[in-house]
């Protein structure tokens, strides 16, 4: 049950004003509070959305329960962090976020809904960002609405990604992205697509492949895969964008490190998860035990 405390400084506001402003409550989680017995009091007591607030009055909501529709399905689960608004996890490569089509029972949202079951727990599965299916790394995922509309406003992603070709340095990659003509899936540049702005690192280059730490200011489809290939330098193992299979199966990329402000005690919190071993073994090995890690499941084998 999250609880907010008002201001002094914000005396003499409405509880609607309050939520909507300060608290970021969207308007749709307001109006199903309000139809929800008890579901918004002040100092123990039920309110109304026009009731006026003092400073030193604290507002608790009760959010309304979930109706989940993903069959919960028994599967690995590599939990990175929890508390009782959300859920961090390592998503492994190969496993889709959400069902689709011919993935209905092998996706992380199925993982979680049956850790979910398993304690008694009432929440759907909300993705505050979404990894494509052959991407790891870490998934936010919010335990409520108001945990999800406020996350997805205030969490920054950073990835590790491996490259075609050799850069230097750092840069920004800021072109439109939009979806290729004639596809559902592919993406392209082109100055009619939606805004979107990549900036990267190099932090090793070897083996004809550059090393690089990527961050985005946007969030668009497939972006870090689409801005590379845009610049003649795809991810390695994403032919779908032009990289070569001709070691990695699988396009190489990792979402590393998730900064995010909590949506109830407002601390800023950062979580880190460690890519597969072929990253160290890039970075530390040689050309050979680069090679060599064909045991593993990232590589054709």
Not at 202 to 224: D, K, N
Request: hydrophobic share 35%.
């Amino acid at each position: 049950m999250p609880a907010f405390l008002v201001e002094e400084a914000l005396d003499g506001i409405t509880v609607q004003h309050f939520l909507r402003r300060h608290c970021q409550v969207s308007a749709r989680l307001l109006a199903k509070l309000k139809r929800t017995e008890n579901g918004m009091t002040v100092n123990g007591q039920p309110i109304r959305s026009i009731d006026i607030l003092h400073g030193g009055d604290v507002i608790e909501l009760i959010f309304p329960q979930d109706n989940a529709d993903i069959q919960p399905v028994c599967l690995p689960l590599d939990i990175i962090y929890e508390d009782d608004a959300l859920l961090a996890v390592n998503k492994p490569p190969f496993q889709p976020v959400h069902p689709v089509h011919e993935h209905r029972t092998d996706t992380l949202a199925n993982a979680v809904m049956y850790y979910r079951q398993n304690r008694g727990e009432t929440y759907t599965f909300r993705a505050v960002n979404r990894l494509d299916k052959d991407t790891s790394g870490l998934v936010l995922i919010a335990k409520s609405s108001y945990a999800h509309t406020f996350l997805a406003q205030h969490t920054q992603k950073r990835y590790i990604a491996l490259c075609e070709g050799e850069l230097q340095g750092s840069g920004t990659i800021d072109t439109p992205i939009r979806r290729q003509e004639g596809s559902i899936i592919r993406r392209e540049t082109g100055e009619e697509g939606r805004p979107s702005v990549t900036h990267y690192t190099v932090l090793q280059t070897a083996f004809g492949h550059t090393l690089l730490s990527v961050w985005l200011e946007t969030g668009r489809t497939h972006q870090i895969r689409t801005h590379f290939a845009s610049i003649g330098h795809p991810l390695a193992g994403d032919d779908l964008y032009g990289g070569h299979r001709t070691i990695f199966r699988r396009q190489c990329l990792h979402c590393t490190a998730l900064t995010f402000v909590h949506p109830l005690t407002r601390e800023t919190i950062r979580l880190q998860c460690a890519p597969e071993d072929w990253l160290f073994q890039f970075t530390h090995g040689s050309e050979m035990e680069l090679r060599q890690c064909f045991t593993s499941d990232f590589f054709e084998g």
